[in-house]
């Protein structure tokens, strides 16, 4: 199963709204909608389910409606919790995939080579790029749902990676660029404005992004 976590719009990314003019906000929101809902569509070709954890009843039901099926609705507040308790509520004994939503970049081929790696192995750590060098987890894949505790995070791959090498799980690193730069500040912003050409669906996020005037910045 794939699972994606994510926010109300309304409370996501933050850091990015409080560097820019109030004016941008829902801009932001916009943005990251389409980066969520991107993704989903992208689930949606591949032979295997997905579902979504938010505490959003109406991305929920909007989801189920697109194919999910898994949902759960957390509290908002903490991540990892939100995780731990989600897959309490899903089958044991299969390979689980967590995939954050704020992947612009995500295709196809992230799919493909992602799938190739996991054979085989425990545990796929998939370290998140942006341009303020921290290195957060953009995908993770277990062999089982448990097999590591949630730790995602500023610098999460590092902790990720040093627990299943304590646990003695077979693992690999995958740096897979550009699919694994995400959303997390201004900076990352203005890189995918000058990167539309690399992004899926760039007619829609250049319409989202012509609302920013990137030279008062």
């Known amino acids: 199963m794939i699972l994606i976590p994510i926010k109300d719009f309304l409370h996501t990314k933050t850091r990015i709204k409080s560097a820019l003019p109030l004016e941008y906000t829902t801009t932001i929101d916009k943005l990251v909608e389409l980066c969520f809902i991107n993704t989903i569509l992208m689930l949606k070709t591949l032979p295997c389910s997905f579902g979504v954890i938010s505490p959003s009843q109406s991305i929920l039901k909007r989801i189920r409606k697109d194919g999910a099926v898994f949902t759960y609705q957390d509290s908002g507040i903490n991540l990892n919790t939100a995780l731990s308790n989600a897959i309490q509520r899903i089958p044991r004994k299969q390979p689980l995939l967590i995939i954050m939503p ?5 295709n196809q ?41 949630f730790d995602f995070g500023k610098n999460s791959s590092l902790r990720f990676q040093n ?10 690193i995958l740096d897979l660029v550009p699919y694994n ?37």
Do not use: C, W
């Open 109 to 149: 081929v992230f799919f493909h080579i992602l799938f190739k790696e996991v054979k085989n192995t425990d545990i796929v750590i998939i370290p998140s790029l942006s341009q303020n060098n921290d290195f957060g987890t953009a995908a993770l894949y277990m062999r089982e749902p448990d097999l590591l505790e």
């Open 163 to 172: 627990k299943a090498a304590s646990k003695g799980f077979k693992y690999k």
């Open 102 to 106: 704020d992947l612009p970049f995500l």
């Open 181 to 217: 730069r995400d959303l997390d500040t201004l900076d990352d912003v203005k890189y995918l404005e000058r990167h539309l050409n690399q992004v899926f669906e760039p007619e829609m996020y250049s319409e989202i992004l012509d609302q920013i005037d990137f030279n008062i910045m």
